[in-house]
């Protein structure tokens, strides 16, 4: 089957479809680029599909390169026949292809080549053939040679034991059939170390459960346990299944003479060779496909809380929480430039909550602050009862929300925020970012390593470059799809343009310093290293707004700006009217899109998406998503009681549930099973992270710091009970 039907079929799309997707990647097209003003060509394939087909579209040609390589060797030995090469062509995963070319992979020295050296496998083959007429102990004392090691006949037979037991490993049919019955039909089972010390993988200490029924963060979990060395994991299956198997394969017919030795060869190639490279295939198949679905739930987290609303309009105090060191302040206005700094020292050991107060009040009167931003770090519990009980003697209205920090460390410590910020220290610069990420947490969280931000399970366990390659994928569409102001992007937002290199990135920053504002998308092409290409790219996804074309601030691409123009005109608008605000009510007056398009010489896709963006130019999309919770008051775990209802946002997602922040610090979980009354199949067709939700306490376990939270209530307040 061809590559692209091989993909069409397995992403449920046409082939051509798949054909033309492919053709435009080949060319250098970025999957945002194809996605937005490819739409005619691909069949309004979505960004997510476009992600799934390239990295598809990789693997397998990967494959099929390494086939070539593989039929090449196998020719190279001159072993290649027809049907191994029908097999290594028609092999539909590498793992196949590499347990075709097992047999003929140079190796070290193992048992059975050195029995081969010793001129044991005309014995193995005798044994094979289950031709013998008289015991083997007397056929092999023709093998017996002191020169070559073989001392007497037992040596002799178990030489060609281990050459008959290698061979039937190396088998692809064998290691295929027993690979699937170990998936199958195979168990994991996990066991404590020390069971008698405390630790929190307690609920591993005798784990047992079937191979295709562990979950995905079971997997992880084992893995992290083992690799602490807290857990003993394998993967078992039943030895009798698996060696009645293998004798009859070796034993097709009955021989009293070969029949104990091939059941010998048959024992020692499960137990010492088939056994463990199969377990290893199937937990290594485990965690791959554990991290696959990690990553993809890292995804869809980091997707929502990067498309979270930016709190426009006003100034935010950033406070980064800590004990010894002091509370680092950043005041930052609405343009997201800081203000102001201060360190103020209200928790242990210190305890200055006057002075503090004091400070933190000069503040807020001074730059006429109206909302809090504070860290959920070490210190954030105690923060947090300062700030609700300061918030509630003072006269001004503020509000104060919790934010999270994950990655606010590493940012304050790189180099871009060094550049950012010469002459602030590491907490400054901490306090500031946590202030803009609730500003704009787009442009804020693009500047830390996707996978340092606290989305996810088990990230540092998975393999770095797939989920690196998969979150920065993540932060390209979100970035693209929200677009960016061209006189106001920093370079780490840039450089997730589509076509932008870090390079091009900076040196649009260095154009602009230099020159001023942009004031249109056609004064890219003066950026050096900037070329045609990357101008098709990326120039849809720049805004550039007061500038000499109105069309330039919204995402209409400047291919299609005669297409836009020609439309004004025959709806009687010009590109004036865009500049006012847009022009509400225009898609109405297209009420044959069809004649439309072809008289403007575009498709009916790109017609609907000019129109889209003509009523509301440089439309943001994290418009329609919810906006966090402000708080002005805190609670705490002892003061929560079975049965209160509570408001709270959704901080993070995982296979079995999701983490809700009520406001005591300690996010509750809202197990799968407590998320609906209906079946659902992952968390994610319920919530994501940043909705804000009605919950109800289940339990509170103090000691262990859990809340378990449950959201059936929320079908009933839908009326869906």
């Known amino acids: 089957m061809e590559i692209t039907e091989k993909i069409a079929e397995e992403l449920d799309v046409q082939p051509q479809q798949v054909a033309a997707a492919v ?35 990789r693997y397998l040609r990967g494959l099929e390169e390494r086939k070539s390589q593989v039929l090449a060797r196998i020719a190279e030995e001159g072993a290649l026949t027809p049907e191994l090469k029908k097999k290594v062509e028609q092999a539909e995963t590498l793992v196949a292809v590499e347990d075709l070319y097992l047999p003929y992979k140079k190796k070290r020295k193992t048992r059975a080549s050195v ?8 014995l193995a083959d005798i044994l094979l053939s289950q031709s013998a007429d008289r015991p083997m102990e007397e056929i092999a004392a023709e093998y017996v040679n002191a020169e070559k090691e073989v001392p007497d006949a037992g040596a002799a037979l178990a030489g060609a034991c281990d050459i008959i037991a290698e061979t039937v490993s190396e088998d692809a049919s064998c290691r295929a059939f027993l690979r699937d019955a170990m998936k199958n039909c195979g168990d994991v089972i996990a066991e404590a170390k020390k ?35 807290i857990l003993t994991v394998r993967v078992d299956m039943d030895e009798d299944a698996a060696l009645r198997y293998l004798k009859s394969k070796l034993m097709p017919k009955q021989n009293e003479y070969t029949d104990p030795c091939l059941t010998k060869a048959a024992e020692d190639a499960w137990r010492r060779l088939l056994r463990p490279a199969i377990e290893r295939d199937i937990r290594r198949e485990m965690t791959e496909s554990a991290q696959e679905g990690a990553i993809r739930v890292f995804g869809r987290n980091l997707e929502q809380l990067l498309m979270q609303p930016p709190i426009t309009g006003q100034t935010v105090l950033g406070w980064d929480p800590a004990f010894r060191t002091g509370c680092k302040l950043a005041v930052v206005d609405p343009s997201g430039k800081v ?19 004091r400070e933190l009040h000069g503040l807020i009167q001074k730059y ?47 180099e871009l925020a ?31 390593d996707p996978r340092s931000i606290g989305v996810g399970q088990y990230q540092h366990d998975m393999d770095q470059k797939k989920l690196g390659e998969a979150l920065s994928g993540v932060v390209e569409s979100c970035v693209n799809q929200v677009g960016v102001d061209l006189n106001t992007a920093s370079a780490a937002l840039l450089e997730y343009i589509s076509g932008i290199s870090k390079t091009v990135a900076k040196n ?31 120039a849809g996804f720049l805004r550039v707004t007061g500038g000499s074309e109105p069309l330039d601030g919204t995402s209409v691409h400047p291919e299609s700006y005669r297409a836009a123009s020609a439309l004004l005109r025959q709806l009687g608008y010009s590109a004036a009217d865009i500049a006012r605000g847009g022009i509400p009510g225009i ?53 929560l009681v079975p049965g209160m209802i509570l408001t709270g946002t959704v901080r993070n997602i995982v296979d079995f549930g999701a983490f809700v922040d009520i406001g005591v610090h300690q996010d509750g979980l809202v197990h799968i099973s407590q998320m609906s009354r209906k079946r659902i199949r992952h968390p994610l067709d319920v919530v994501r992270v940043g909705d804000v939700v009605k919950v109800q306490v289940l339990s509170v376990d103090l000691a262990r710091k859990r809340i378990s939270l449950t959201m059936k209530l929320q079908d009933h307040v839908n009326g869906e009970a």
């Open 508 to 538: 649009i920053v260095a154009w602009r310093e230099e020159n001023g504002r942009f004031d249109s998308r056609k004064d890219l092409k003066k950026v050096t290293k900037l070329g045609p290409k990357a101008f098709e790219q990326c």
């Open 339 to 357: 203000l102001d700094t201060k360190v103020i020292y209200p928790t242990a050991p210190q305890n200055r909550v006057a002075e503090s107060e």
């Open 23 to 57: 053709r435009l990647i080949d060319e250098g097209c970025t999957i945002p680029f194809i996605a937005r003003y490819r739409k005619e060509v691909t069949g309004s394939l979505n960004d997510e599909v476009l992600r799934r087909l390239d990295e598809r579209l």
């Open 587 to 639: 898609r109405k007056k297209v009420t044959d899109t069809k004649n439309m398009a072809e008289s403007l010489g575009i498709g009916q896709e790109t017609l609907t998406d000019i129109l889209a963006e003509l009523e509301k130019p440089g439309r943001d999309p994290r418009s329609e998503m919810p906006r966090p919770v402000l708080r002005s008051d805190v609670m705490e775990m002892k003061d």
């Open 195 to 229: 069971p008698e010390q405390s630790s929190v993988y307690e609920n591993y200490y005798h784990y047992h459960d079937s191979v295709r029924r562990t979950s995905g963060h079971r997997v992880l979990a084992l893995d992290r346990g083992e690799k602490e060395k």
């Open 115 to 122: 029995a081969k050296e010793r001129g044991l496998g005309s």
């Open 418 to 448: 060094t550049e950012e910020f010469p002459e602030f220290d590491v907490g400054q610069r901490s306090a500031a970012s946590i202030a803009r990420r609730l500003q704009d947490p787009l442009a804020e969280l693009v500047k830390i």
């Open 368 to 414: 006429h602050i109206t909302l809090i931003s504070l860290g959920n770090g070490t210190a954030s519990r105690e923060s947090e009862k300062i700030i609700a009980d300061f918030l509630h003697r003072i006269p001004e209205k503020v509000q104060y929300v919790i934010v999270s920090e994950a990655g606010a460390s590493v940012y304050s410590a790189s």
